[in-house]
Structure formats: C-alpha cells, structure tokens
C-alpha cells in the first residue's frame, strides 16, 4: 500500500481507479479520461495534488539563498504573491526538481515540490539552507486541489467565503494569496486558467464535495497528463531529470543568465553546454500516420542522428499523436519514429499544442 491523500478515500467512493505514483495511491480516472480531459478544457475540472509538497522557506537571508539555489532569479518577484517557476540543479547541470516559489514577503518564500522527488529535494533544501540560516519548513498537514477550466476560478470562488473569493478573482495569472485557511494560487498543469488551492488537510473533502456540487468534474492523473503535454508541460522523470539540463529539456526560458555575477548552482556546467553549440534540444512532434508516441521509441532525423521520445500521448483536442522528444540540435521540421518495429512520419513543432482551449500549431 503506499502513501494517501486525505482524499483518498473520496476518491475510491466515487469509482476512482488508482494506481502507484511516485509513492503514492492517487486516482488515474474516474471512468472516462477523455472526458475528463474535456471537460477542463471546456468547462472545469479538479484534481487532487495532495501529494506535492508544499514549503516554507524563511530567514533573514532567504532571497540570498533562493538565487544561489535556482537557475531562475526570485529577485525578480517584487509583489507579494508573485510566483515563478524554476529548476533546481545539481554542480553538473542536471535537474534535481523543477518547482513554483511564491514571494510572500522578504522573509518568507513558499515553495511547491514534484511528489516522487520530495525526499531528495528536501535533503537538498536543508543542506544548502545551512549556509544562510534559513529554516526549511515542509507543509505537510495541507492538502493541495487544483481546479482548471475556463469556468474553473467562477466555479471555485462560489464555495469560498465572499471575502476570500473577491481577493481570489481579482489576483492575475502566477499570483498567490495567503487567506487564512486558505492559499490560492492562480497557477496550474493543464494549459488553462483556474486555481491551486492549499488548504489544511481535515477541510480538503468538504472543499472537494463543494467543487462537485458546484459543477466541477473529479478529474484524474491521466488527463493531467494529457492535458499537461498538449499544453507544452515537462513532466519530471520523463522529460528531463537529474542526467539531463534545463538546455536539454526545453527550459531554456527559465534560467536567469543576468546579473552575470550570480553564481547560481549549476551556472558554469550550463554556461560550458551553451558555448559547446552541440546540445540536444527537447522539441514538440506531431505525428503525421496512425500511430501513439510513447516514452522511449527511438527518433530518427535523417543525416543528422538518433534522439528519444520523453513524453507521448493520444491528443483528445487534436485528435492526433503528440510528443516531445529530445534530438540532435541540428534536427530540422522532419524526423521518423520507430513504432513497433516501422518508422512512422513525424514533423517538428515548437510546443505548446493547445493553449487556453485552442489549438495553437498548424496541423
């Protein structure tokens, strides 16, 4: 048996089917994942993610600390709430976690992990910590629901206290609220708008059963997953990890390379893979025949090499097979992936595939 979220058992009253994830018994489906998958994109819909891990960092030097530890620099969040999203590295460049931190004031920082590198990730927090006095607090009495869908933050913000629910609808995208009981976060997996709510965990059924009432579809992990890889989303342990760098993964946006003189951990392996020219590159694939991308089929771009597929899926919005895959960096618009023993046409594309409900390449 592994470890539950205090959802758990409202998900098996309601026909979940479970399955291990990262350690943990988490739903993949109540019934239909497609229709799961749609109904965030065309309406609202929830999950449980009780099984991130939520942390507060606090201490006098805690800025300091996050802009040695992040490739990413939180001395750009100036606003209380403002969120930014980063990896963590290892000395040689390799991923440790990517993650959301919230600027809370200058003394406190929350922090939200991947479930399956928490252990590791709080390990790593603790010993960099040491340097700068930082205390490293993980939330773990909280439980975490996010809800997504275009109608998803008017159907949340029906079940909160008024007070709370102004406060929410008025904060803008990669914002977070402290409300008490509640933190609201106008963040997400899936591509479209909606809330990450945390919440302490003895009040997350009753937050839940208020959600379905309201009109918000249980949702499981697998059209997160679907949901998450049309919308150009890297899932840790697919699509990059601790033997791949944010270069190699399509993260490229998410190091802060200015001031020149932060030295991040992780700065001068990445600065090395950038002056090389030769890094491999993570781009989106769509395939053009018949047939399901998965991880692990193997790439092959013509007069150039071999690369891998991380992540691939059935697209329910565009009815097609979608992937990412990490190439060659000089892989051009075309390459062929070996499915069940046949190379199947594929064509390079710049993810995302979906955004905000719309389909966002040509096809």
């Not at 300091?64 to 490739?71: E, F, H, M, N, V």
């Amino acid at each position: 048996m592994g470890l539950r979220t205090p959802l758990f058992d409202t998900h098996v009253a309601a026909g979940a089917r479970t399955v291990d994830f990262g350690g943990w018994d988490m739903p993949v489906n109540y019934g239909s994942q497609i229709e799961e998958h749609h109904a965030v994109r065309r309406d609202a819909g929830m999950f449980d993610v009780s099984h991130m891990c939520v942390v507060d960092l606090r201490g006098d030097r805690v800025c300091d600390y996050l802009r040695r530890l992040l490739a990413n620099d939180v001395a750009k969040l100036t606003q209380p709430g403002k969120a930014l999203y980063s990896c963590m590295l290892r000395d040689h460049g390799g991923v440790i976690d990517d993650l959301i931190v919230y600027y809370m004031n200058d003394h406190w920082y929350r922090m939200v992990v991947n479930a399956g590198t928490r252990d590791k990730d709080i390990e790593w927090l603790r010993q960099v910590a040491a340097g700068y006095g930082v205390a490293v607090e993980p939330r773990t009495e909280l439980a975490m629901i996010a809800v997504q869908g275009p109608n998803a933050r008017a159907k949340a913000a029906s079940v909160m206290h008024p007070d709370i629910a102004q406060r929410a609808l008025e904060i803008g995208p990669f914002f977070g609220i402290d409300a008490g009981s509640l933190f609201v976060a106008r963040t997400g997996y899936t591509g479209e708008d909606g809330f990450e709510i945390m919440l302490p965990a003895e009040h997350a059924v009753a937050l839940w059963q208020g959600l379905r009432i309201a009109g918000v579809a249980p949702c499981g992990l697998g059209a997160r997953d679907t949901l998450r890889l049309e919308a150009g989303m890297n899932l840790y342990g697919n699509d990059m990890d601790e033997t791949t760098s944010p270069l190699e993964s399509g993260l490229n946006w998410t190091i802060a390379w200015d001031p020149q003189d932060r030295d991040f951990i992780g700065r001068g392996a990445l600065a090395a893979q950038k002056a090389s020219g030769d890094t491999r590159k993570l781009v989106g694939l769509l395939v053009e025949d018949r047939a399901v991308l998965r991880s692990h089929q193997k790439v092959i771009v013509a007069a150039v090499g071999e690369g891998e597929v991380t992540s691939g899926t059935f697209s329910p919005t565009l009815q097609r097979s979608i992937g990412f895959a990490r190439v060659p960096a000089k892989t051009g618009d075309r390459c062929e992936v070996e499915i069940r023993g046949k190379l199947v046409a594929a064509r390079v594309v710049r993810p995302p595939f979906v955004r905000h409900g719309k389909v966002a390449i040509a096809l």
